[in-house]
């Protein structure tokens, strides 16, 4: 099963700054199967980014993905106060298991 | 627009069955392009993918290995709509149970709501 580490674990910033996430994971990943979701208290995930760089349908392009092999970002070019929230990388590889990082929680400081 | 609704008892005693549906509206269970998933999330294990079901002129299941054995989805194609079930629960499956729809290949993009499933006697 392929781990995935986030880093950090809560980043603090502004409206207006960058937010730079990122997710590690344990084994090479397929860029085609790395995904960033958002979620917001009560609510689902909602799809940001798939195939590692592709925003989803409807994603504002101030959300950017990156990465390959072990390394991947997501990078928020700059916060807008619906922003914040908690971010989770997923693999979803064509075998399961798919798993998820365990999220960064982006605060307003 | 697909939209995943789902239902399903909050409270489950422990060493019972956990059951939740998920119906679906804008697409067809049976889609040959589309894979159901059942995903869940504690504070304990975070995000934590369960398993899904697919349909490709028959029915294919996977199952994570942390609830194989315990676990069964079903498709209900009468009904549009498919269902989880976890056996001999623990107050450890305590968790939101969400149902996820993704196309071949893909990360799900339709979530349904969310169903607060606590175990506890």
């Known amino acids: 099963e392929i781990v995935l580490t986030q880093s950090p674990g809560t980043l603090s910033l502004s409206p207006g700054e960058r937010a730079t996430l990122s997710c590690r994971a344990s084994?090479?990943?397929?860029?085609?199967?790395v995904a960033w979701y958002q979620q917001k208290p009560a609510q689902a995930p909602r799809l940001l980014i798939y195939?590692?760089?592709s925003r989803a349908t409807g994603i504002p392009d101030r959300f950017s993905g990156s990465g390959s092999g072990t390394d991947f970002t997501l990078t928020i070019s700059r916060l807008e106060p619906e922003d914040f929230a908690v971010y989770y990388c997923?693999?979803?590889?064509?075998?399961?298991?798919?798993?998820f990082g365990q999220g960064t929680k982006v605060e307003i400081k | 627009q697909v939209q995943l609704q789902q239902s399903g008892p909050g409270l489950v005693e422990p060493s019972q069955t956990l059951s939740v549906t998920c119906a679906i509206s804008?697409?067809?269970?049976?889609?040959?392009?589309?894979?159901w998933n059942w995903i869940r999330q504690s504070p304990s294990r975070g995000l934590e993918w369960l398993g899904r079901?697919?349909?490709?002129?028959?029915?294919?299941?996977d199952y994570a290995a942390s609830v194989k054995g315990r676990i069964t989805i079903n498709a209900d194609t009468s009904k549009n709509q498919f269902s989880l079930q976890l056996n001999s629960v623990t107050p450890e499956d305590t968790a939101v149970y969400y149902c996820?729809?993704?196309?071949?290949?893909?990360?799900?993009?339709?979530w349904g709501q969310g169903t607060l499933v606590t175990v506890s006697s």
């Open positions: 997923q693999q979803y590889s064509s075998s399961p298991p798919w798993t």
């Open positions: 084994q090479s990943v397929s860029s085609s199967y």
């Open positions: 804008g697409d067809s269970v049976s889609n040959k392009n589309a894979a």
């Open positions: 996820a729809g993704a196309g071949v290949g893909a990360t799900p993009v339709y």
């Open positions: 079901t697919y349909y490709r002129s028959k029915w294919y299941n």
């Open positions: 195939g590692a760089s």
